[in-house]
């Protein structure tokens, strides 16, 4: 059973960077797939923010491609995020996901909520 | 990037009713568009993927069917459990874009 988990800080200040991790169990990244974060501010709906291949490769949204980063720690079997910058509206429930071009985000994480603020 | 405009943004409907949520791509997508149901405080969960394929596990009572721009999802009778946020989401191309969402309350 393929399960994925997120962990990281809960509360970041404003400028700093956020970073998560997601650990995957029951399926090795190496394997294929992609691999992908998304978040979802308080109230509001989904929104993409990139995804990484096993191999490295990484995909972001435009909307946040300056300030974000994705990478993979295959030997560990998970992938991190890291958004720089941070302000108010980062403020966001991040979840990573498990995504195949024919089947989209079949499996998710549980979330974690981060809040940015003094 | 393509562009997923979703209809309607909420509606109210009862138990029993057929509901169809609409989504419409800015661009051609092919049949690369998923549907996923969200309960408040729940993870999204995926209920249909390129276009018409049902997730394992999911009711029947859920469709979805379209090909290129247009896209639906349809539920032939609402169950109390189905009240909940949907979105679509199109798996064509990065950037990936969902929908705005459709929040389905109890008239």
């Known amino acids: 059973q393929v399960q994925l988990q997120e962990s990281g800080p809960g509360l970041v200040k404003p400028s700093e960077t956020l970073s998560l991790t997601c650990a995957v169990s029951g399926y090795s990244i190496s394997s294929g797939y992609y691999w992908g974060w998304i978040r979802q501010p308080p109230g509001k709906g989904l929104e993409w923010i990139g995804s990484?291949?096993?191999?490295?490769?990484?995909y972001y949204n435009p909307s946040l491609k300056s300030r974000v980063t994705i990478s993979v720690d295959t030997s560990k079997n998970q992938f991190s995020l890291k958004l720089s910058s941070v302000t108010a509206a980062d403020t966001a429930v991040y979840y990573c996901?498990?995504?195949?071009?024919?089947?989209?985000?079949?499996?998710w994480g549980q979330g974690t909520m981060v809040t940015v603020s003094s | 990037d393509i562009q997923m405009t979703q209809s309607p943004s909420a509606m109210s409907a009862s138990v029993g009713d057929r509901v169809t949520i609409t989504c419409r791509a800015s661009?051609?997508?092919?049949?690369?568009l998923a549907w996923f149901q969200q309960k408040p405080g729940k993870v999204p969960k995926r209920l249909i993927y390129a276009s018409s394929s049902l997730q394992s596990g999911v009711p029947s009572r859920f469709s979805g069917s379209g090909s290129g721009t247009e896209f639906t999802l349809t539920i032939s009778s609402l169950q109390p459990e189905d009240f909940a946020t949907y979105y679509c989401l199109q798996h064509n191309s990065y950037p990936l874009t969902f929908g705005g969402g459709t929040k389905v309350e109890i008239k």
């Open positions: 996901a498990r995504f195949g071009w024919a089947d989209a985000f079949d499996i």
């Open positions: 990484i291949y096993h191999s490295g490769s990484t």
């Open positions: 661009q051609g997508i092919s049949n690369y």
